[in-house]
Each structure stands twice: as C-alpha cells, then as structure tokens.
C-alpha cells in the first residue's frame, strides 16, 4: 500500500479482503469464523501457501487445504527493487511512458491490455509474488520452514499430474524417451534421471515421461513442503497421493489421475470434467470415492482433523514417516514411508 513501502500482491490483497469479509459476516449465515477453511488447487494452491506465510491474514482461517501446487524455496516471488527493474519497459510498451501523468495513463489501462501485454514473449519474467513489507515480507516456503504452518495443512498432489499437457496415446520409444529427458536436464543429470526412471519405469515409456514430468513439477516441491512445515509442536501436516482413474470414460482413463482429477471428487461434481469440459457420470464406486473425500475435507474444514465418523484413518505426516493417504477405490494410507522418495531427493536438486 502506497506509504508503507508495500507494492504488488493485489490478488493476495483481493483474497485477504474476502477472508476479511467471511470472518466478519459468515455468522450472519449461521456460520462461525472461528472455522473457516481456505483451500485452493494448482495456482490456487499457491496463494494459499503466500496466504499461510502473509502476517496480513492471519487469524482469519483456521485450516488450511493446498492440491497440486507448491512454490519451492525461492521460487515465489521477487524483491521490489528487482520487480521495478524488471518491468520498467511495461510503460513504454503501452505508450504511458510520455505520458503527463503516467500513473494515471496505466491506471487507465483496460485490463485486458495490461494482462496481454504483460505476458508479451520474451518481455517480462514471471513472478507470482512480490516479497514487500506488508502482506509477504518473507519468502512463503522459508517462513512456512521456519515457522510451521499456522494451521493444521492438508496438502497432496495426483499421480499423473503432466498426463493433461502430454498426450499419453502419442507413440514414444525408450531412445525418444531418453532424448526428451535429455533435452530437458542436460545429459549429465539426465543420465542420472534415467538411472531413477527407465523407460520400463512405467507400462510405456510415454507414460514414465509422465511421471517424470509430474515428479519435477508437482511431487518433489509437495513433498519438500510438507516435510519442511510438519514436526512436533506444530499443526498437523495431512499428506494425500490421488490416483484414482476415471472409470468410465476411456479418454479420460488414459490420463489416470491428470492435473485436476481430484476436483470432482471433491466438489462431488461431475457435469464438466477435465478441461474439454466433458460431462461424466461416476460409477458406483467413484461416488462413494467421492462421498468419502468430501468427508475427510469437511471435517478437517470443521475440526483441522479429517478423520472421524468411521472413515479408514488417515495418519498424520511428518518427515520422518512420510505417511501419506491414497485416494483411491478403496481409500487407504499408501503403504512403505513415502512416495517416490529417491526420485524427489533427486530432482529436488537439479534446476
């Protein structure tokens, strides 16, 4: 805010404003701001992670919920002075640069110019938060490290996250495999990315490029988190694996648990599924999957706790028995400590 040194984070700023709302109003609604859940998925999931570290929102929830997206450590966001410098051609871009007053010219802006512009190839870089005095003076992994997280945290991520940008059906040899990990690590740590996942890792060697995509983007960073925010005398850390595949439907099977599978069951919606919009009708099965995840998410929304009510018991996480829920038919803590764990110590590492 303009006089507190404080520049940037409006969407963070939006969604305190709405917890602000909820807090002061929801009793009005028979509700109780002493138990409020804030959940988000994907990029969602990482305002939820900036909301946990931001000193501006504390208080205003009580538990928390983070599916399918992490910000690692330093990733977040950018200081101020590097965002200034960064951006410094974006009035120019738009012609506000010769402008009398040129704050008043990029307030003008219609906000379709300002997004198009802003996401002009090669201009500018991405960051999704700003690290400034007010509403996130730390980077939110280290403070969530340092800390702990203020509430009890669920957070999991899907088991074929990557299977939504990479068509499992598109043919792929283990030599192509091998070239695509390549390209991606160099060929020193891909060699030892292919150590950890050879082609057989998976039914094909498409599929392992998969997993290996879904490891380096979501599971690793999900497991650093929860490791990294979990231990005694702090709230709890719930940790969830979500693998289940969509029955019936083909397409949407050959994609197993893609990048916003879990939503459905979450919500207990079904009438547009995945990003095509494909309406679904679950099985039996899938709808008592689904009744139980709601039951899990809300009681942990109403106690900080998912388990009661006769559900399978899901174990608490911590880092040193990496116990996790799966969520699948049937539901049960996936067995052995951890997930993946040599390959997420791995690709933790590699940039």
């Known amino acids: 805010m303009e006089g507190d040194g404080s520049s940037g984070n409006y969407g963070l700023m ?21 138990r409020v859940m804030m959940f988000g998925q994907s990029s969602g999931s990482m305002s939820v992670q900036s909301l946990l570290a931001s000193p ?8 928390a919920g983070m599916e399918s997206g992490v910000s690692a450590a330093g990733w977040s966001g950018t200081s101020l002075a590097d965002a200034y410098r960064l951006y410094a051609n974006f009035a120019p871009l738009v012609k506000c640069d010769t402008a009398a007053d040129v704050l008043a010219c990029l307030r003008a802006l219609p906000a379709n110019t300002i997004v198009l512009t802003q996401g002009l190839p090669g201009e500018f870089p991405y960051f999704f938060t700003s690290i400034e005095p007010r509403v996130l003076p730390e980077d939110p992994f280290g403070r969530l490290q340092r800390l702990g997280s203020p509430v009890p945290l669920l957070i999991g991520s899907n088991s074929d996250e990557d299977a939504a940008a990479e068509d499992p059906s598109q043919a792929l040899d283990a030599n192509g495999y091998a070239a695509l990990v390549d390209a991606q690590f160099g060929a020193s740590a891909g060699t030892r990315v292919l150590g950890l996942y050879p082609a057989s890792f998976d039914s094909t060697p498409r599929y392992t490029h998969i997993d290996v995509g879904t490891d380096h983007d979501y599971t690793w960073e999900t497991r650093d988190l929860a490791r990294a925010a979990s231990g005694l005398q702090r709230p709890a850390v719930w940790r969830y694996l979500f693998t289940h595949r969509y029955e019936n439907d083909p397409y949407l099977k050959s ?20 990003y095509t919009g494909l309406p679904y009708t679950p099985t039996p099965d899938e709808t008592s999957l689904s009744n139980e995840i709601i039951g899990y998410w809300t009681r942990f929304a109403a106690t900080g706790d998912p388990n009661g009510a006769g559900a399978v ?12 829920m799966q969520l699948d038919v049937p539901i049960r803590p996936l067995p052995g400590g951890g997930y993946r764990n040599a390959q997420c110590d791995l690709l933790s590492g590699l940039p």
């Open 14 to 34: 939006d969604s305190i404003a709405a917890l602000q709302w909820v807090h002061d109003n929801i009793a009005f609604f028979g509700g109780d701001p002493t």
């Open 255 to 274: 994609l197993r648990a893609f990048h916003t599978a879990e939503l459905n069951f979450v919500t207990g919606h079904f009438a547009s599924v995945y």
């Open 56 to 63: 501006a929102a504390q208080g205003l929830f009580s538990s």
């Open 313 to 324: 018991i899901w174990p608490a996480y911590d880092a040193t028995n990496e116990s996790i």
